[in-house]
């Protein structure tokens, strides 16, 4: 059984930069693709970005391409967000899920996670100050 954890979240003014980890134990996640996600109080799922489980591209949301960046580290079963130039509207519950593919279902931004990622952390607060 997988268990991830995400850590690296907390309090950051507006323009600061932030890592995020999700580190997994258990098996390895290497042939999985790895998501971002996060969700703000009141709001609906967005997904940040989607990290190919090969050599493949990385898939952004247009509101954070260019300021965040996703990595892995297999060795360590270990995947990283790099946030930077970060802005209020930054700020939610921040997730690391896995799954085989990098489409999400209509109705995944409201909808029951387990009909989109194979495994999936508790999620770790960002908040960005103004």
């Known amino acids: 059984q997988v268990q991830i954890e995400e850590t690296g979240g907390g309090t950051v003014q507006t323009g600061g930069s932030l890592r995020l980890s999700c580190a997994a134990s258990g098996p390895s996640l290497a042939v999985y693709h790895i998501i971002w996600f996060r969700q703000a109080p009141g709001k609906e799922r967005e997904e940040v970005v989607c990290?190919?489980?090969?050599?493949?591209?990385?898939y952004y949301a247009d509101s954070v391409k260019d300021r965040f960046v996703a990595s892995r580290d297999n060795a360590k079963n270990t995947m990283y967000l790099q946030m930077n130039s970060l802005k209020p509207e930054d700020t939610a519950k921040y997730y690391c899920a896995t799954s085989g593919q990098c489409t999400r279902s209509k109705n995944w931004r409201k909808g029951d996670l387990t009909y989109e990622f194979d495994y999936w952390g508790r999620g770790i607060q960002v908040t960005v100050s103004s």
């Open positions: 990290m190919d489980s090969g050599d493949g591209p990385s």
